[in-house]
């Protein structure tokens, strides 16, 4: 059974910078795929950025590039996503996601597992 936690959201001020986590559990990840995504009140979740868990291969949203990084620590089973210059339309729930294979997808119904969710709040 996967389990996904994150943790590290809040809110902060327009320009700050957060650090969100995704503590997996139940698998080896070495063959996952693990993603971030955001959901906006009234709008469709969408990808953020996604990691190859063996490659270290990484997709960025246009939205994020240059300013978000996506990790991961293999001893601790973790990814992480760095925001960086963080902006108020960046404020929604992210989610971190893992699907098995390689493809970095970025469709919402091409992964497989899902965390609960961590509210990120930009302020202007």
């Known amino acids: 059974q996967v389990h996904l936690v994150e943790s590290g959201g809040g809110l902060v001020q327009a320009g700050g910078s957060l650090r969100l986590s995704c503590a997996a559990s139940?698998?080896?990840?070495?063959?996952?795929?693990m993603g971030w995504f955001r959901q906006a009140p009234g709008k469709e979740r969408e990808s953020v950025a996604a990691?190859?868990?063996?490659?270290?291969?990484?997709y960025y949203a246009d939205s994020v590039k240059g300013r978000f990084t996506i990790s991961r620590d293999n001893a601790k089973n973790t990814v992480y996503l760095q925001m960086n210059s963080l902006k108020p339309e960046d404020t929604a729930v992210y989610y971190c996601?893992?699907?098995?294979?390689?493809?970095?997808?970025?469709?919402?119904?091409?992964?497989?597992?899902w965390g609960l969710g961590t509210q990120v709040t930009v302020s202007s």
């Open positions: 990691i190859n868990w063996s490659s270290g291969n990484t």
């Open positions: 139940g698998r080896t990840f070495s063959s996952y795929v």
């Open positions: 996601a893992a699907r098995p294979g390689r493809a970095l997808l970025t469709r919402k119904n091409e992964y497989d597992y």
